[in-house]
């Protein structure tokens, strides 16, 4: 079993869940997920499944979009509605405060890791740190919000605020740290209440299943060449076919930085690069001993 399914998680699973039902469904270990989201989240699920783990980095790498539910007024130690709240103030923010705030945010910045990931310092993944009490300070890294707009008039409730916001932006963004560093430019804190992930790359959510649609067998796997469509495809045969299922360079061969090389009966090969005056293997698909 080979292929990508665009999965629409549910709330309250974890991504690591999705991976177990999947894997379950089509009895495989060669399951994978594409971006995190937290069990808070719902929405765009990107699975390769087999030998499309072989590309998953090239889909990981895509833009993502969101629509998240914003309240300011307080924080909590998981920058979302799960945590226990560690802050508060009582904001006072006018619309037109929002908007020039989201405007200053549509560029690249360096965004604070949440203490709440997974990602590792030391060794060890922050959110260990977290639980244990243990101070560490977390890595900032460079983002860029590409879009990020106001979907609906200001909410003022007793001592909260809340509004959506909708926005794309690159591969690591947290959205829970954003709308937190957006909350400290007005002067106040924030804590998303919702996140749903509307599109990864070329994939919204029209293109997902739900669980019960994969149990159902309603579905379509997609190819690698599907998924990848923004790659050139190249048909090759021959020595060449030999040469590529053994990984060897070559010399300039393909038109683009990236070609996706396939065989005369359309099975997925490998994906070359142009490194200097050659053409070199960057991810290989099919080989000779598989």
């Known amino acids: 079993m080979n292929g990508v399914l665009v999965v629409n998680k549910p709330k309250d699973y974890t991504s690591r869940d999705i991976v177990n039902i999947i894997s379950k469904k089509f009895n495989t270990k060669k ?16 699975v390769p499944i087999g030998k499309a783990l ?61 203490m709440y990931s997974a990602v590792k310092v030391g060794g060890k993944k922050l959110y260990e740190y977290a639980r244990s009490n243990i ?25 909260t605020i809340e509004f959506k916001i909708k926005c794309k932006v690159s591969k690591g963004t947290y959205i829970r740290s954003l709308i937190r560093d957006i909350a400290y430019d007005l002067n106040t804190y924030g804590t998303m209440k919702n996140l749903v992930r509307t599109k990864q790359g070329i994939f919204s959510l029209d293109d997902s299943y739900t669980l019960e649609d994969i149990e ?41 930085e990236l070609s996706l090389l396939i065989d005369h009966k359309g099975r997925e090969i490998a994906i070359y690069k142009k490194e200097g005056n050659m053409d070199k293997p960057y991810k290989m698909i099919e080989v000779n001993n598989e």
């Open 216 to 256: 159902n067998d309603n579905y379509k796997l997609l190819t690698i060449r599907e998924v990848l469509s923004n790659i050139p495809v190249t048909i090759i045969e021959g020595d060449t076919l030999k040469k590529v299922q053994n990984g060897m360079s070559l010399p300039i061969f393909f038109n683009s």
């Open 31 to 46: 399951v994978g997920h594409t971006g995190t989201l937290d069990p808070l989240a719902e929405g765009v699920l990107i």
């Open 135 to 159: 101070p560490v300070t977390p890595p900032s890294k460079e983002v860029e919000i590409y879009s990020l707009d106001l979907l609906e008039d200001p909410k003022y409730l007793t001592n």
């Open 54 to 114: 072989k590309v998953a980095e090239l889909l990981t790498s895509e833009t993502k979009e969101y629509v998240a539910e914003v309240i300011l007024g307080y924080e909590t130690d998981m920058l979302d509605i799960t945590g226990t709240e560690i802050k508060r103030n009582i904001p006072k923010v006018t619309k037109e405060d929002i908007e020039k705030t989201l405007k200053k945010y549509t560029t690249k910045y360096l965004q604070e890791v949440p």
